[in-house]
C-alpha cells in the first residue's frame, strides 16, 4: 500500500453506500423471466428503457447514420481520425437544438459555450473542478443523488453541505434551509462555492418552481457563488400541463439578464442524453456556460474523457430530424406517465405512499409505516429485508442523505410492465404478511402502526400534500 498514491488507497468513493451494494446483490442473483423468476428485480437503476422502439425504429428507417454515411458514401475513414475536442459542429447545433425542443423553444442555447463530455458524471467532476479548489465547498439539498458523493467529491476533494429540507413541504428548498446550510458551513471553516441543484430532482423526481429558483438565484447573487442546475431528466416531465420544466436558463431570460451579466456568468447547466433518450452506453454529457474562463478550461479538460466521433455523427443526424424529436419527446413522456400512474396505484393498493411528482424515471416512496422504529437502523433493516427476502432492489433514503428515516428511491422505467407487475406483487405481499405477523403478535398494542391505521396514515398523508398547494396522488 505505501508504493500506491493517497487517492488510490482512500475510502471516499462512496461505492460502500447501500445504494452500490443493492447493485452489487442484484448482479449476484438477477432476474430473469426464464432462467431465474425467483432472482432480484433491479428497481435502483434510473435507466430509461420505456422507447428504445422509438429509436429502433429511427435507425431501421436512416441506416446511412447508423452505417457512417453521408448521401451514401462512406465517412468512416473520417470518423475513424483523430477529432477535435471541441466536438464535431453539427453534433452540438443538434444537441443545443434538441435542449431548447425539450423547455418548449423558451429559450435557446449557443453551441460555443457547450462543452461534450463522456457523460454527466464526467461534466460534473469537470465543473467542479473549474469552479472550486480541494477544501471548498458546495451546497446540496437532501435527499440528493447518492452517485454526487462520488462524482463531485472523490478526486476534486471538494465538500458537500447538506441543504436540510422535510417532507412537512415536500422537501422543497426554504430560505431558512439555505442560510442554515451556508452558516453550518462557515462554522467548519468552509469557504462556500455555489449550490449544486437537480431539476427535475433526482430521486424525488419533481420539477422546481419558479418560486424555487428565483430563491435559488437571489441567494447566489447575494453571497456571490455559483448555481449548478443539473437538469439531466429535463425531457422526463410528464405533467399534463404542457411545459411545465422551467430551467434556470428560462428564469435568468426572464429577468433580462444577458449572458454577460455576473449572475449569468454563474449559472451553470449540466445536461446528458442518458436519461432522456435512454442512452447511458453512449456516454453523451455536455455543461453549459456563460462564462467564456469556464468553457475554455472545461473544453481542455474534456479531452480526458470525449464522446466518440462515431456516437457524436449518429446522433447528430438522429436530433437533426424534428420531426422524430417532436414525436419521440410526447411519446416518451406519455410512456413515463402511463408508467408512473401503474407503480402509483399498484404501491397504493399495498397502503404505501408516494411523493406526487412529474418527471423522472422513478418516485419517492414513503415507507415509514413499516420501520419498526423511527431510526436509520430500522430503514437499513427494512432495506435487507425487501433486498435479500423481497428480492427488490431500491435505494434507501439514507443513501441520499434524506434527514428522516423511511423513504425509498423505486425506479420503474427500466423493466418491462410485466416484472413491474411482479415487482408490485412482491411488495404487497410483504406488507400483507408484516400486517398479518403485527396481528398475530398483537399489534395493536405493540405495532408501531396497525393496518388501518397505515391506510389512515396514507389518506392523511396525501392530504396534507393536497393542502400545500401539490395535487393529490393520482
Given amino acids: 500500500m505505501k508504493f500506491l498514491s493517497r487517492k488510490a488507497t482512500c475510502n471516499s468513493h462512496g461505492q460502500d453506500s447501500s445504494y452500490f451494494l443493492g447493485w452489487q446483490e442484484y448482479e449476484k442473483n438477477a432476474y430473469d423471466e426464464i432462467t431465474n423468476p425467483s432472482g432480484i428485480i433491479q428497481m435502483g437503476l434510473a435507466e430509461n428503457q420505456l422507447s428504445f422502439d422509438l429509436l429502433e ?62 457523460g454527466a458524471t464526467s461534466a460534473s467532476e469537470t465543473l467542479i473542478f473549474c469552479l472550486a479548489n480541494p477544501g471548498e465547498a458546495f451546497l446540496l439539498p437532501t435527499p440528493y443523488y447518492p452517485g454526487f458523493d462520488r462524482d463531485l467529491k472523490w478526486r476534486t ?27 453550518r458551513a462557515h462554522k467548519r471553516n468552509l469557504k462556500v462555492k455555489g449550490v449544486v441543484i437537480t431539476n427535475p430532482s433526482n430521486p424525488l423526481g419533481t420539477t422546481s418552481t419558479r418560486q424555487e429558483l428565483d430563491l435559488l438565484l437571489d441567494f447566489v447573487q447575494d453571497k456571490n457563488i455559483h448555481l449548478i442546475s443539473d437538469e439531466i431528466y429535463s425531457g422526463t416531465h410528464f405533467n399534463s400541463s404542457p411545459n411545465k420544466f422551467i430551467s434556470v436558463a428560462q428564469v435568468l431570460k426572464d429577468r433580462n439578464l444577458d449572458d454577460n451579466s455576473e ?13 432522456d433518450l435512454g442512452l447511458p452506453g453512449f456516454r453523451v454529457g455536455a455543461l453549459y456556460s456563460n462564462d ?43 410512456r413515463l406517465k402511463n408508467r ?19 418527471a423522472g424515471l422513478f418516485c419517492y416512496v414513503d415507507m415509514r ?15 435487507k429485508k425487501i433486498l435479500y427476502q423481497v428480492k427488490l432492489n431500491i435505494s434507501p433514503g439514507a443513501a441520499c442523505h434524506c434527514t428522516e428515516p423511511g423513504w425509498f428511491r423505486v425506479c420503474f422505467a427500466n423493466m418491462s410492465e410485466d416484472t413491474l407487475s411482479l415487482a408490485l406483487q412482491r411488495i404487497k405481499d410483504f406488507v400483507d404478511s408484516t400486517k398479518r405477523g403485527d ?20 389518506k392523511k398523508w396525501v392530504l396534507r400534500l393536497s393542502s400545500n398547494g401539490h395535487e393529490p396522488e393520482r
Avoid at 441543504?163 to 442560510?179: G, M, R
Avoid at 400512474?341 to 405512499?353: E, T
Avoid at 409505516?369 to 432495506?383: C, K, Q
Fill in 57 to 118: 425504429s429511427w435507425m431501421a428507417n436512416n441506416p446511412d447514420a447508423a452505417g457512417f454515411k453521408r448521401n451514401g458514401q462512406s465517412i468512416f475513414r473520417e470518423l475513424a481520425l483523430f477529432q477535435d475536442y471541441h466536438g464535431l459542429p453539427e453534433f452540438k447545433n443538434a444537441l443545443v437544438q434538441f435542449m431548447s425542443q425539450i423547455r418548449g423553444n423558451k429559450v435557446t442555447f449557443d453551441p460555443s459555450k457547450l462543452v461534450l463530455t463522456a
Fill in 157 to 183: 476533494e471538494v465538500e458537500i453541505v447538506p441543504i436540510h429540507c422535510s417532507s412537512s413541504n415536500n422537501f422543497i428548498v426554504t430560505k431558512s434551509a439555505l442560510e442554515d446550510a451556508y452558516q
Fill in 263 to 275: 449572475l449569468s456568468k454563474r449559472v451553470h447547466i449540466l445536461y446528458s442524453l442518458s436519461k
Fill in 292 to 334: 467564456d474562463t469556464v468553457v475554455s478550461a472545461a473544453t481542455k479538460m474534456s479531452s480526458f474523457g470525449l464522446i466518440s466521433s462515431q456516437t457524436q455523427y449518429l446522433l447528430s443526424c438522429m436530433l437533426s430530424d424534428q420531426k422524430f424529436t417532436t414525436h419521440y419527446i410526447v411519446e416518451n413522456q406519455k
Fill in 340 to 358: 408512473y400512474d401503474i407503480i402509483v396505484s399498484g404501491l397504493r393498493n399495498a397502503g404505501i405512499g408516494v411523493l406526487p411528482s412529474d
Fill in 369 to 383: 409505516h413499516l420501520l419498526s422504529s423511527n431510526t436509520f437502523e430500522a430503514e437499513m433493516e427494512l432495506w
Fill in 439 to 458: 396481528e398475530t403478535r398483537g399489534a395493536s398494542g405493540s405495532s408501531r402502526y396497525s393496518s388501518r391505521s397505515v391506510m389512515s396514515l396514507t
